[in-house]
Nanobody, 120 residues
């Protein structure tokens, strides 16, 4: 199973970006999907998560500005980011719990990361 993230880039403060992360490979089902971020010199932190049924959770720092969503047919998770701030600058990683067969355990996978830079 591979997770391929895309959509990062350079944006001015107050701008918007949309990240995508597509899962491919031997997939039977995907449970929770998440976005994490890691700024330079800081620990990786959970930004947002979404269950298979669509329930969402957000870090307090992004509530009201970021929206996580998913397409279960395309095995893809999205992160719509608005009102971006310089503090949002980080490498963003997608993460997912995947089962490859009906009776298999869930395995946690990480994407390769995509850099978001917000200029002031």
């Amino acid at each position: 199973v591979q997770l391929q993230a895309s959509g990062g880039g350079l944006v001015q403060a107050g701008g918007s970006l949309r990240l995508s992360c597509a899962a491919s490979g031997s997939i039977f089902s995907i449970n929770a999907m998440r976005w994490y971020r890691q700024a330079l010199g800081k620990q990786r932190e959970l930004v947002a998560s979404v269950t298979r049924s669509g329930s969402t959770n957000y870090a307090n720092s992004v509530k009201g500005r970021f929206t996580i969503s998913r397409d279960n047919v395309k095995n893809t998770v999205y992160l719509q980011m608005t009102s971006l701030k310089p503090d949002d600058t980080a490498v963003y990683y997608c993460n997912a719990d995947v089962s490859s067969r009906p009776t298999s355990f869930l395995v946690n996978y990480w994407g390769q990361g995509t850099l978001v830079t917000v200029s002031s």
